[in-house]
Structure formats: structure tokens, C-alpha cells
């Protein structure tokens, strides 16, 4: 029932700049955290890069931090994250993940969501 597709990957230049979209369906849940992950060919592991909860408080990973920016549309459904200054260690499948069973402002991590996104592919090259 609960479904998230993302969409806004590409291939682009160092320095250049995405802005990936997220669309939920079937999520009914009032009170939620919706995060990006990603996951590079360096490391199996998915990473947490930024979260948003419902009442906007938002996380960033140091990583991107001050270059990404998460953001939604509540009445959308609709979870964003623009990127700026991209550097090829951003390189990687992103990943749209939501969940109400944990406060992303307290901290999280991939095991904290049970609802993912097929994911989208961002490519950055020099």
C-alpha cells in the first residue's frame, strides 16, 4: 500500500546542482520522519545524509551539510532534497525512506524505516 518513488537523479559536473523529488502514496500516518539516504559503490552500507520531520525540524550528515537542503510538501506527499556545490564523492543511489516510529531529531539510522524508495542514481563527475 505504502509506496515512494524518487526522481530527480542525473549525471552532472562537479559544482553543479540536483534537486531530487520523493512522492509517498498510501501513507497515512500523521506524525512521521522522512530522511534521504545514500549508498556509493565504496560502502554497502546506506548512509543517513538528511532528515525532516513533520514539524520540519530538520538533520543534516556533516558530509552535506550547508550544501544539501531537505524540505516538503506535507499536503503532497512529497519529500525534497536540493543539492548544490556537488563534489564526485557525492556519487551514489539516494534513497527516499519514511517512518513514524522514530523522532529524527533524537538521531536515526536505516534500521529506524521500514518503508523505502527503488532509489535514484546521482552521478558527479569531475
Known amino acids: 500500500q505504502v509506496r515512494l518513488v524518487e526522481s530527480g537523479g542525473g549525471s552532472v559536473q562537479t559544482g553543479g546542482s540536483l534537486r531530487l523529488s520523493c512522492s509517498a502514496s498510501?501513507?497515512?500516518?500523521?506524525?512521521?520522519?522522512m530522511a534521504w539516504f545514500r549508498r556509493t559503490p565504496e560502502k554497502m552500507e546506506r548512509e543517513g545524509g538528511a532528515?525532516?520531520?513533520?514539524?520540519?525540524?530538520?538533520t543534516y550528515a556533516r558530509s552535506v551539510k550547508g550544501r544539501f537542503t531537505i524540505s516538503q510538501d506535507i499536503a503532497k506527499h512529497t519529500l525534497y532534497l536540493q543539492m548544490s556545490s556537488l563534489k564526485p564523492e557525492d556519487t551514489a543511489m539516494y534513497y527516499c525512506a519514511v517512518d513514524s516510529r522514530v523522532y529524527c531529531a533524537d538521531g536515526y539510522s536505516h534500521w529506524d524505516f521500514g518503508f523505502w524508495g527503488q532509489g535514484t542514481q546521482v552521478t558527479v563527475s569531475s
Open positions: 498510501g501513507w497515512t500516518e500523521r506524525s512521521y520522519c
Open positions: 532528515s525532516i520531520n513533520t514539524d520540519g525540524t530538520t
